[in-house]
Nanobody
Framework: QVQLVESGGELVQAGGSLRLSCAVS????????MGWFRKAPGKEREFVAC????????RYADSVNGRFTILRDNAGNTVYLQMNRLKPEDTAVYYC?????????????WGQGTQVTVSS
């Protein structure tokens, strides 16, 4: 089992920055990929970014590429999502997730989510 706990979501003005954290525990993570997803009201949950725990390979959704950065702290077992130049359309509940192998879907483990609200 993998346990994931997100934090860092809050209300921020458009153009601002925010860093989300995901504390990871429960397993050796070297074969896992960590992802961030988001779900806005009335929309489907969507992929945001992912990173392989071992090699640091990353992938981003087009909508956030160049604005968001996913990072991992191997020693601290924490994954971060640095969000810059935030837009109102980034408003959503953000979820941390984990899966074996690399991919942007079919994640097995999920956190409880953290709310990000971007005001215009």
């Amino acid at each position: 089992q993998v346990q994931l706990v997100e934090s860092g979501g809050e209300l921020v003005q458009a153009g601002g920055s925010l860093r989300l954290s995901c504390a990871v525990s429960g397993r050796t993570l070297s074969s896992y990929t960590m992802g961030w997803f988001r779900k806005a009201p009335g929309k489907e949950r969507e992929f945001v970014a992912c990173i392989t725990w071992g090699g640091g390979v990353t992938r981003y959704a087009d909508s956030v590429n160049g604005r968001f950065t996913i990072l991992r702290d191997n020693a601290g077992n924490t994954v971060y999502l640095q969000m810059n130049r935030l837009k109102p359309e980034d408003t959503a509940v953000y979820y941390c997730a984990a899966r074996l192998g690399f991919g942007t879907d079919q994640y097995s483990y999920w956190g409880q989510g953290t709310q990000v609200t971007v005001s215009s």
